[in-house]
């Protein structure tokens, strides 16, 4: 195989991933993941490796294999990434959502950074280093997993409940949404490490009522009582809780921008991070969004019920506390049930990997310095962790100052910068020597 720069190929694995446009809306009804999850195996075959490709059901297909590493008596790091990605319309895209088109120093389309980019750099990585002789410092267990974006039902969690062994010996991982820049000056930027995330409970309301004619006085109508509550709910401002995580977040912060904290109005001191605020500020409080609603068959007639869903999310520590606030909220005569439930997480932001992560980042950029965040969203870490793994967000990426680098996820003209894409490449070749 002819020696190709992992920078370079970073750039064109990422392309490829994004024309596979393995959309997952949630339904099951898309083409799935077969397509992407059969190039990665190909592509990790090629360089020695013995990939096993897992469908929990049909196209929903996920890749995992493990890399020997020079010291086999240490315990193994998990590096897992997803390869179905959120729906784009395409007229709404200053280019094809699933071309992979490169313009203006960025790779553009729907995963760029969510979250193909880091599946493109751990594949490179692994490919040159394998294609050199360089063996990572310990085992390497590599997970390219199906569904992440509907709750990893048919990814992560079928893998942990199915198939636990090959991920025996780890007990530590990293994944998305963490090792990202945000710039305070020309000599500092901030990396922000995941190491916590809020929990995830999306559930549906359901009202009752009488049912009848249209026309009639209706003082029982089930899309008036269920419209009552979900407007209070969406009224609703939940308290702030302040979790270690935000804790130190929020003090590394305010000491790097001169940003005074006033503890009676956190939410003030976030909004001041600019466009960083839409995450770090849900990381305040537990939420409860309303999202869909549900109701009628024919115009004259007044339905018995009505439904709506509701995207809730939860603090480490605080889920009863926020059932209890919710309840509260709907009132008695509102049914509630989970369509999907999972935990949240919170680990130390201390530990040899921590450190290596610090070292590496510094290597390549002098100004960095790491500092420990909570992601409002979830990821497969939360299936991962059932098997005793400390969890961590680790996708590094130095980006641009001024980029609205959150406002992408699930967003817009979804753009990764090429020398962002090559930064993470050195970074996390440096880091399976560090960690």
Known sequence: MTPVDPQDEAVELCRDLIRFASVNDGTGRGKGEREAAEYVAAKLGEVGLEPEIFESATNRTSVVARVEGEDRARPALLIHGHLDVVPAEPKQWTYDPFAGEIADGAL??????????????????????????????????????????????????????????????????????????????????????????????????????????????????????????????????????????????LDEIGGAFGIELDPDDLAATVAKLGPLARIVGATLRNTANPTMLDAGYKHNVIPGSASAMVDGRYLPGFADDWERELDEVLGPDIAREYVHYDIALETEFEGALVEAMSRVLTAEDPGARTIPYMLSGGTDAKSFSRLGMRCFGFSPLRLPAGLDFSGMFHGVDERVPLESLKFGVRVLDRFLDAC
């Open 108 to 249: 553009w389309g729907r995963g760029a950074i969510d979250m193909l980019d880091m599946d493109a750099m751990t594949l490179a990585v692994v490919r040159d280093r394998l294609g050199t002789g360089r063996k990572p410092a310990r085992d390497i267990v590599l997970a390219f997993v199906a569904d992440e974006e509907a709750g990893g039902v048919f990814g992560a969690q079928w893998l942990v409940r199915n198939q636990p062994q090959l991920f025996e010996g780890c007990t530590e991982a990293i994944s998305e949404v963490g090792g990202f820049s945000l710039s305070v000056n020309d000599d500092l930027r901030l990396y922000l490490i995941e190491t916590a995330q809020k929990g995830m409970a999306w559930m549906r309301l359901t009202a009752n009522g009488t049912a009848g004619h249209g026309s009639m006085i209706s003082t029982d109508n089930a899309v008036t009582n269920l419209c009552e509550a979900v407007a209070r709910l969406g009224a609703h401002e939940f308290p702030v809780h302040v979790t270690k995580t935000v804790r130190a977040f």
